[in-house]
């Protein structure tokens, strides 16, 4: 007669192996229990930064300039999910500002098809984040905000450079001119 069951030994490996899985399976699947899901955190997945001032959102913001006291154009996008019209103020340094009007439930893009808002002053040296105080005018709200400066060495931001600036690193007409009289005669 043949015998099938278990011996003791061989039932006590089964139950060590079954434990085994079964701590393995909880460790794998434990992960998302323990640590945040990064889908559930809001961030800014650009260069700019965002903020939210009652039913205004910015998004994408950022401040292009070519220095720490020199014009800076802030381009993004900015919400109004309100029923009506709002202008929203952008305060920067040393008293800057720009104003930004949004139609109701629309949107402004801060880009080559809108006036350009731009601060007097930047407040900062490209590659460094300022202060901007966002202000609503409708429920007069004030949020401040961190945003980054950018100066013009990458092709992207060039075009949005406050008139007048030069992107860094780049000669201007007279430096040119003045660096290509001499070797032209040699």
């Keep these: 007669m043949r015998f099938t069951a278990m011996n003791r030994g061989q039932r006590g490996k089964l139950a060590m192996a079954a434990a085994a899985l079964s701590v393995g399976l909880l460790a794998l699947t434990g992960c998302g229990y ?3 899901q990064q889908t559930s955190q809001q961030y800014a997945a650009s260069d700019g930064t965002r903020a939210d001032v009652g039913p205004v959102q910015l998004r994408n913001m950022l401040i292009v300039s070519t220095g720490e006291n020199e014009p800076g154009r802030l381009i993004g996008a900015v919400y109004n999910s309100s029923s009506k019209d709002v202008k929203v103020t952008l305060k920067g340094a040393e008293g800057s500002q720009t104003e930004v009007s949004v ?3 629309s949107y ?4 080559d098809s809108t006036d350009a808002a731009t ?6 040296k490209p590659g460094s984040l300022v202060d901007v105080q966002v202000t609503e005018d409708g429920t007069n709200v004030s949020k401040s905000f961190k945003v980054p400066v950018v100066d013009g060495t990458l092709k992207e931001y ?29």
């Design 34 to 36: 323990v640590n945040a």
């Design 103 to 105: 139609k109701q439930n």
């Design 108 to 111: 402004t893009l801060l880009n």
């Design 119 to 124: 601060l007097s002053t930047t407040g900062g």
């Design 158 to 186: 060039e075009s949005y450079l406050p008139a007048g600036s030069t992107p860094t690193g780049t000669p201007t007409p007279s430096e040119t001119a003045t660096t290509a009289a001499p070797s032209e005669g040699h």
